[in-house]
Protein backbone atom coordinates (compact mmCIF):
# COMPACT_ATOMS: atom_id res chain seq x y z
CA UNK A 1 0.00 0.00 0.00
CA UNK A 2 1.42 3.66 -0.83
CA UNK A 3 1.14 6.50 0.99
CA UNK A 4 1.37 10.33 0.90
CA UNK A 5 4.77 11.40 2.63
CA UNK A 6 5.74 14.99 3.51
CA UNK A 7 9.19 15.22 2.26
CA UNK A 8 9.22 18.98 2.65
CA UNK A 9 7.73 22.07 5.05
CA UNK A 10 7.95 25.63 3.71
CA UNK A 11 6.33 28.92 4.90
CA UNK A 12 6.25 32.81 3.98
CA UNK A 13 4.83 35.25 6.97
CA UNK A 14 4.68 39.48 5.38
CA UNK A 15 7.47 41.66 6.71
CA UNK A 16 4.87 43.96 8.54
CA UNK A 17 3.86 43.12 12.15
CA UNK A 18 1.24 44.43 13.95
CA UNK A 19 0.63 44.18 17.58
CA UNK A 20 -2.46 44.42 19.22
CA UNK A 21 -1.70 47.60 20.92
CA UNK A 22 -1.69 49.07 17.34
CA UNK A 23 -5.81 48.65 17.29
CA UNK A 24 -6.37 50.44 20.15
CA UNK A 25 -5.51 54.10 18.39
CA UNK A 26 -8.70 53.51 16.26
CA UNK A 27 -10.98 50.68 17.92
CA UNK A 28 -12.65 50.79 21.40
CA UNK A 29 -10.63 47.35 22.29
CA UNK A 30 -7.50 46.78 24.10
CA UNK A 31 -4.55 44.31 24.11
CA UNK A 32 -5.72 42.72 27.45
CA UNK A 33 -8.91 42.47 25.88
CA UNK A 34 -7.74 40.92 22.43
CA UNK A 35 -5.00 38.69 24.90
CA UNK A 36 -7.24 37.11 27.24
CA UNK A 37 -10.24 35.96 24.74
CA UNK A 38 -7.95 35.36 21.96
CA UNK A 39 -4.28 34.24 22.57
CA UNK A 40 -3.56 36.50 20.08
CA UNK A 41 -0.22 38.87 20.42
CA UNK A 42 0.53 40.19 17.07
CA UNK A 43 -0.14 39.48 13.22
CA UNK A 44 1.25 39.70 10.16
CA UNK A 45 -0.24 42.05 7.43
CA UNK A 46 0.29 41.48 3.37
CA UNK A 47 2.19 44.97 2.26
CA UNK A 48 -0.13 47.12 -0.30
CA UNK A 49 -0.44 45.65 -3.85
CA UNK A 50 1.09 42.13 -1.89
CA UNK A 51 -1.21 39.33 -3.05
CA UNK A 52 -1.93 35.65 -1.51
CA UNK A 53 -0.40 33.83 -5.07
CA UNK A 54 3.12 36.24 -4.19
CA UNK A 55 2.81 34.73 -0.22
CA UNK A 56 1.87 31.24 -2.05
CA UNK A 57 4.85 31.49 -4.29
CA UNK A 58 7.37 32.24 -1.22
CA UNK A 59 5.78 29.35 0.72
CA UNK A 60 6.09 27.11 -2.23
CA UNK A 61 9.90 27.85 -2.85
CA UNK A 62 10.59 27.73 0.87
CA UNK A 63 8.94 23.90 0.79
CA UNK A 64 10.35 22.92 -2.47
CA UNK A 65 14.16 24.04 -0.84
CA UNK A 66 13.63 21.84 2.41
CA UNK A 67 12.49 18.96 -0.07
CA UNK A 68 15.32 19.49 -2.10
CA UNK A 69 13.32 19.50 -5.26
CA UNK A 70 12.62 21.78 -7.85
CA UNK A 71 9.14 23.06 -9.40
CA UNK A 72 9.67 20.17 -12.42
CA UNK A 73 9.71 17.72 -9.98
CA UNK A 74 5.73 18.40 -8.77
CA UNK A 75 2.56 17.18 -10.43
CA UNK A 76 0.14 18.95 -8.91
CA UNK A 77 -0.67 22.42 -6.94
CA UNK A 78 -3.51 22.52 -4.69
CA UNK A 79 -3.71 26.07 -3.14
CA UNK A 80 -5.86 26.13 0.04
CA UNK A 81 -7.61 29.71 -0.02
CA UNK A 82 -10.99 31.92 0.47
CA UNK A 83 -8.84 34.95 -0.42
CA UNK A 84 -7.43 34.24 -4.24
CA UNK A 85 -6.28 37.49 -5.96
CA UNK A 86 -8.61 37.28 -9.02
CA UNK A 87 -12.15 35.64 -9.54
CA UNK A 88 -10.15 33.58 -12.02
CA UNK A 89 -7.72 31.90 -13.19
CA UNK A 90 -7.44 29.95 -9.87
CA UNK A 91 -3.95 31.49 -7.68
CA UNK A 92 -2.63 27.83 -7.97
CA UNK A 93 -2.04 28.45 -11.67
CA UNK A 94 -0.36 31.81 -11.10
CA UNK A 95 1.72 29.65 -8.51
CA UNK A 96 2.35 27.35 -10.57
CA UNK A 97 3.63 30.02 -13.88
CA UNK A 98 5.65 31.78 -11.26
CA UNK A 99 7.61 28.50 -9.85
CA UNK A 100 8.27 27.80 -14.14
CA UNK A 101 6.43 24.83 -13.70
CA UNK A 102 4.64 24.11 -17.20
CA UNK A 103 3.21 20.78 -16.62
CA UNK A 104 1.41 19.25 -14.52
CA UNK A 105 -1.69 20.42 -13.13
CA UNK A 106 -2.92 23.08 -10.55
CA UNK A 107 -6.16 24.27 -8.99
CA UNK A 108 -7.72 26.08 -5.80
CA UNK A 109 -10.03 24.68 -3.05
CA UNK A 110 -11.95 26.84 -0.95
CA UNK A 111 -13.30 25.51 2.58
CA UNK A 112 -12.20 28.38 4.85
CA UNK A 113 -10.49 27.48 7.92
CA UNK A 114 -10.56 24.15 6.87
CA UNK A 115 -9.32 24.24 3.40
CA UNK A 116 -5.92 23.21 4.52
CA UNK A 117 -7.07 19.98 6.37
CA UNK A 118 -9.99 19.66 2.50
CA UNK A 119 -6.58 20.35 0.31
CA UNK A 120 -4.52 17.73 2.26
CA UNK A 121 -7.60 15.19 1.94
CA UNK A 122 -7.40 16.20 -1.73
CA UNK A 123 -3.78 15.54 -2.68
CA UNK A 124 -3.51 12.22 -0.56
CA UNK A 125 -6.78 10.93 -3.21
CA UNK A 126 -4.92 11.74 -6.20
CA UNK A 127 -1.60 10.42 -4.62
CA UNK A 128 -2.99 6.94 -3.73
CA UNK A 129 -5.37 6.49 -7.16
CA UNK A 130 -1.99 7.50 -9.21
CA UNK A 131 -3.66 10.48 -10.76
CA UNK A 132 -0.12 12.22 -9.31
CA UNK A 133 3.55 11.65 -7.62
CA UNK A 134 4.21 14.28 -6.14
CA UNK A 135 1.63 16.88 -4.84
CA UNK A 136 2.72 20.67 -3.42
CA UNK A 137 -0.34 21.70 -1.04
CA UNK A 138 -0.15 25.28 0.04
CA UNK A 139 -2.55 27.27 2.27
CA UNK A 140 -2.21 31.19 1.78
CA UNK A 141 -4.67 33.90 2.93
CA UNK A 142 -4.93 37.89 2.89
CA UNK A 143 -7.85 38.13 5.55
CA UNK A 144 -6.38 41.44 5.90
CA UNK A 145 -8.28 42.76 2.82
CA UNK A 146 -12.04 41.39 3.48
CA UNK A 147 -11.69 42.86 7.51
CA UNK A 148 -14.08 45.47 8.36
CA UNK A 149 -11.86 47.86 10.15
CA UNK A 150 -14.54 49.03 11.96
CA UNK A 151 -15.58 46.11 13.41
CA UNK A 152 -13.46 45.20 16.36
CA UNK A 153 -15.37 41.91 17.20
CA UNK A 154 -13.46 40.33 14.10
CA UNK A 155 -10.42 42.67 12.69
CA UNK A 156 -8.44 41.99 15.21
CA UNK A 157 -8.38 38.59 15.32
CA UNK A 158 -7.42 38.00 11.46
CA UNK A 159 -3.89 37.87 10.12
CA UNK A 160 -2.29 37.02 6.89
CA UNK A 161 0.26 34.64 5.31
CA UNK A 162 1.34 30.83 3.90
CA UNK A 163 2.48 27.80 4.42
CA UNK A 164 2.99 24.72 2.23
CA UNK A 165 4.21 21.20 2.06
CA UNK A 166 5.23 18.62 -0.64
CA UNK A 167 3.53 15.10 -0.61
CA UNK A 168 5.39 12.10 -2.18
CA UNK A 169 4.00 8.68 -2.71
CA UNK A 170 5.79 6.09 -1.08
CA UNK A 171 6.01 2.58 -0.77
CA UNK A 172 5.09 0.67 2.41
CA UNK A 173 3.53 -1.84 4.32
CA UNK A 174 0.89 0.40 5.48
CA UNK A 175 1.10 0.08 9.03
CA UNK A 176 0.41 2.74 11.36
CA UNK A 177 3.83 2.90 12.12
CA UNK A 178 4.91 4.09 8.32
CA UNK A 179 5.07 7.84 7.71
CA UNK A 180 2.61 9.56 5.82
CA UNK A 181 -1.25 10.69 5.51
CA UNK A 182 -2.87 7.52 7.97
CA UNK A 183 -6.94 8.85 7.55
CA UNK A 184 -8.90 11.84 6.88
CA UNK A 185 -12.31 12.91 7.76
CA UNK A 186 -14.07 16.00 5.63
CA UNK A 187 -17.49 17.37 7.44
CA UNK A 188 -19.71 20.13 6.35
CA UNK A 189 -22.87 21.76 7.05
CA UNK A 190 -24.24 24.65 5.47
CA UNK A 191 -26.99 25.26 7.59
CA UNK A 192 -24.43 27.27 9.79
CA UNK A 193 -23.97 29.81 6.53
CA UNK A 194 -24.73 33.17 8.87
CA UNK A 195 -22.33 31.63 11.66
CA UNK A 196 -19.56 33.09 9.78
CA UNK A 197 -19.35 34.97 5.73
CA UNK A 198 -18.52 37.17 3.71
CA UNK A 199 -21.54 39.14 2.72
CA UNK A 200 -20.13 39.46 -0.73
CA UNK A 201 -19.26 37.93 -3.90
CA UNK A 202 -18.84 37.89 -7.65
CA UNK A 203 -22.47 36.82 -7.99
CA UNK A 204 -23.60 39.21 -5.73
CA UNK A 205 -21.74 42.21 -7.70
CA UNK A 206 -19.77 43.03 -4.11
CA UNK A 207 -16.57 42.66 -2.68
CA UNK A 208 -18.22 42.36 1.06
CA UNK A 209 -16.36 41.69 4.29
CA UNK A 210 -15.76 39.10 6.73
CA UNK A 211 -19.10 38.65 9.42
CA UNK A 212 -18.74 36.41 12.18
CA UNK A 213 -20.86 35.60 15.27
CA UNK A 214 -17.43 34.51 17.27
CA UNK A 215 -19.32 33.37 20.11
CA UNK A 216 -21.96 31.06 18.34
CA UNK A 217 -18.88 29.36 16.44
CA UNK A 218 -17.19 28.61 19.48
CA UNK A 219 -20.08 26.63 20.67
CA UNK A 220 -19.55 24.30 17.78
CA UNK A 221 -15.46 24.37 17.54
CA UNK A 222 -14.55 22.61 20.56
CA UNK A 223 -16.81 19.69 20.26
CA UNK A 224 -17.42 19.21 16.23
CA UNK A 225 -12.93 19.60 16.61
CA UNK A 226 -12.33 17.02 18.66
CA UNK A 227 -15.54 14.39 16.92
CA UNK A 228 -13.66 14.92 13.82
CA UNK A 229 -9.94 14.07 15.03
CA UNK A 230 -10.98 10.62 17.36
CA UNK A 231 -12.92 9.85 14.29
CA UNK A 232 -9.74 10.06 11.77
CA UNK A 233 -8.08 8.54 14.66
CA UNK A 234 -10.01 5.75 14.60
CA UNK A 235 -9.88 5.10 10.77
CA UNK A 236 -6.25 4.92 11.40
CA UNK A 237 -6.48 2.09 14.28
CA UNK A 238 -4.78 4.62 16.87
CA UNK A 239 -6.32 7.00 19.70
CA UNK A 240 -5.32 10.23 21.37
CA UNK A 241 -2.63 8.30 23.16
CA UNK A 242 -0.96 7.49 19.97
CA UNK A 243 -0.36 11.22 19.52
CA UNK A 244 2.42 12.84 19.47
CA UNK A 245 1.55 16.49 17.86
CA UNK A 246 -1.85 17.92 17.76
CA UNK A 247 -1.45 20.91 14.88
CA UNK A 248 -4.77 22.52 15.12
CA UNK A 249 -5.78 25.13 12.88
CA UNK A 250 -4.97 28.53 14.67
CA UNK A 251 -8.13 30.71 15.54
CA UNK A 252 -8.08 31.52 19.16
CA UNK A 253 -5.92 29.61 22.43
CA UNK A 254 -9.25 28.98 24.27
CA UNK A 255 -10.63 26.49 21.70
CA UNK A 256 -7.62 25.20 20.98
CA UNK A 257 -7.04 24.14 24.89
CA UNK A 258 -10.59 22.96 24.81
CA UNK A 259 -10.08 20.43 21.99
CA UNK A 260 -6.96 19.39 23.97
CA UNK A 261 -8.62 18.48 26.84
CA UNK A 262 -11.64 16.78 25.52
CA UNK A 263 -9.16 14.24 23.52
CA UNK A 264 -7.35 14.20 26.87
CA UNK A 265 -4.09 15.66 25.85
CA UNK A 266 -2.19 17.94 28.11
CA UNK A 267 -0.87 21.74 25.78
CA UNK A 268 2.78 19.62 26.23
CA UNK A 269 1.41 17.98 22.89
CA UNK A 270 0.41 20.94 21.12
CA UNK A 271 1.83 23.42 18.54
CA UNK A 272 0.42 26.70 18.83
CA UNK A 273 1.67 29.69 16.99
CA UNK A 274 -1.92 31.94 17.10
CA UNK A 275 -0.37 34.76 19.85
CA UNK A 276 2.06 35.16 16.64
CA UNK A 277 0.41 34.85 13.36
CA UNK A 278 -3.92 35.45 14.49
CA UNK A 279 -6.07 33.33 12.29
CA UNK A 280 -4.55 33.13 9.06
CA UNK A 281 -7.35 30.70 8.28
CA UNK A 282 -5.95 27.85 5.56
CA UNK A 283 -3.11 29.29 6.00
CA UNK A 284 -2.43 28.32 9.75
CA UNK A 285 -1.85 24.72 9.66
CA UNK A 286 0.81 24.54 7.40
CA UNK A 287 2.16 27.84 8.97
CA UNK A 288 2.46 25.81 12.39
CA UNK A 289 3.93 22.59 10.52
CA UNK A 290 6.92 24.78 9.60
CA UNK A 291 7.35 26.79 12.79
CA UNK A 292 6.61 23.45 15.07
CA UNK A 293 9.29 21.68 12.83
CA UNK A 294 11.75 24.84 13.03
CA UNK A 295 11.57 25.21 16.48
CA UNK A 296 12.20 20.97 16.68
CA UNK A 297 8.79 20.51 18.02
CA UNK A 298 7.86 18.27 15.51
CA UNK A 299 10.58 15.11 14.47
CA UNK A 300 10.67 12.70 11.40
CA UNK A 301 8.10 9.89 12.80
CA UNK A 302 5.79 11.65 14.96
CA UNK A 303 2.12 11.49 14.70
CA UNK A 304 0.20 14.17 14.15
CA UNK A 305 -3.42 15.46 13.96
CA UNK A 306 -4.09 18.13 12.41
CA UNK A 307 -7.83 19.99 12.65
CA UNK A 308 -9.93 22.56 11.89
CA UNK A 309 -13.19 24.24 11.53
CA UNK A 310 -14.10 27.45 9.46
CA UNK A 311 -16.85 28.99 7.41
CA UNK A 312 -20.04 26.65 6.21
CA UNK A 313 -19.60 25.42 8.90
CA UNK A 314 -16.57 23.51 6.93
CA UNK A 315 -14.26 21.06 9.35
CA UNK A 316 -12.26 18.15 9.30
CA UNK A 317 -8.96 16.16 10.40
CA UNK A 318 -6.43 14.41 8.60
CA UNK A 319 -3.96 12.03 10.96
CA UNK A 320 -0.32 11.68 9.45
CA UNK A 321 2.71 10.12 10.34
CA UNK A 322 5.60 12.94 9.89
N1 LIG B 1 -12.30 44.52 22.13
C1 LIG B 1 -13.09 44.72 23.21
N2 LIG B 1 -14.30 44.17 23.33
C2 LIG B 1 -14.76 43.41 22.34
C3 LIG B 1 -14.00 43.16 21.19
C4 LIG B 1 -12.72 43.75 21.10
N3 LIG B 1 -11.90 43.57 20.03
N4 LIG B 1 -14.70 42.35 20.37
C5 LIG B 1 -15.87 42.11 20.99
N5 LIG B 1 -15.91 42.73 22.18
C6 LIG B 1 -16.99 42.72 23.18
C7 LIG B 1 -18.32 42.36 22.60
O1 LIG B 1 -18.94 43.49 22.02
C8 LIG B 1 -19.06 41.84 23.81
O2 LIG B 1 -19.54 42.94 24.54
P1 LIG B 1 -20.99 42.89 25.24
O3 LIG B 1 -20.90 41.75 26.22
O4 LIG B 1 -21.10 44.25 25.83
O5 LIG B 1 -21.96 42.61 24.12
C9 LIG B 1 -17.98 41.18 24.65
O6 LIG B 1 -16.73 41.69 24.13
C10 LIG B 1 -17.99 39.67 24.58
O7 LIG B 1 -18.12 39.24 23.23
P2 LIG B 1 -18.17 37.73 22.82
O8 LIG B 1 -18.27 37.64 21.34
O9 LIG B 1 -19.19 36.99 23.63
O10 LIG B 1 -16.71 37.25 23.30
P3 LIG B 1 -16.06 35.83 23.28
O11 LIG B 1 -15.52 35.51 24.60
O12 LIG B 1 -16.94 34.82 22.60
O13 LIG B 1 -14.79 36.05 22.33
C11 LIG B 1 -14.10 35.66 20.04
C12 LIG B 1 -14.96 36.51 21.01
C13 LIG B 1 -12.64 35.91 20.36
C14 LIG B 1 -14.43 36.13 18.64
C15 LIG B 1 -14.44 34.19 20.21
O14 LIG B 1 -15.81 34.00 20.22
C16 LIG B 1 -13.86 33.34 19.11
O15 LIG B 1 -12.66 33.23 18.94
N6 LIG B 1 -14.72 32.65 18.35
C17 LIG B 1 -14.32 31.71 17.33
C18 LIG B 1 -13.74 32.32 16.14
C19 LIG B 1 -13.40 31.24 15.19
O16 LIG B 1 -12.94 30.18 15.57
N7 LIG B 1 -13.69 31.41 13.94
C20 LIG B 1 -13.61 30.26 13.04
C21 LIG B 1 -12.51 30.27 12.17
S1 LIG B 1 -12.45 31.67 11.13
C22 LIG B 1 -12.83 31.22 9.48
O17 LIG B 1 -13.34 30.17 9.18
C23 LIG B 1 -12.59 32.31 8.46
Not at 260 to 267: D, E, H, Q, V, Y
Not at 272 to 284: K, L, P, Y
Amino acid sequence: AGRAVVVGVGHYLPERVVPNSEFEATLDTSDEWIRTRSGIERRHFAAEGETTSDLATYAAEAALKDAGLTADDIDAIILATSTADLTFPSAATMVQARLGMTGGFAFDVQAVCAGFVYALANANALILSGQARRVLVIGAETFSRIMDWSDRSTCVLFGDGAGAVILEAREGKGTPQDRGILSTDLNSDGRYKDLLYVDGGVSTQNTGYLRMQGNQVFRHAVDKLAKTAETALEKAGLTSADIDWIVPHQANIRIIQGTAKKMGLSMDHVVVTVQDHGNTSAASIPLALSVGKARGQIKQGDLIVTEAIGGGLAWGAVVLRW
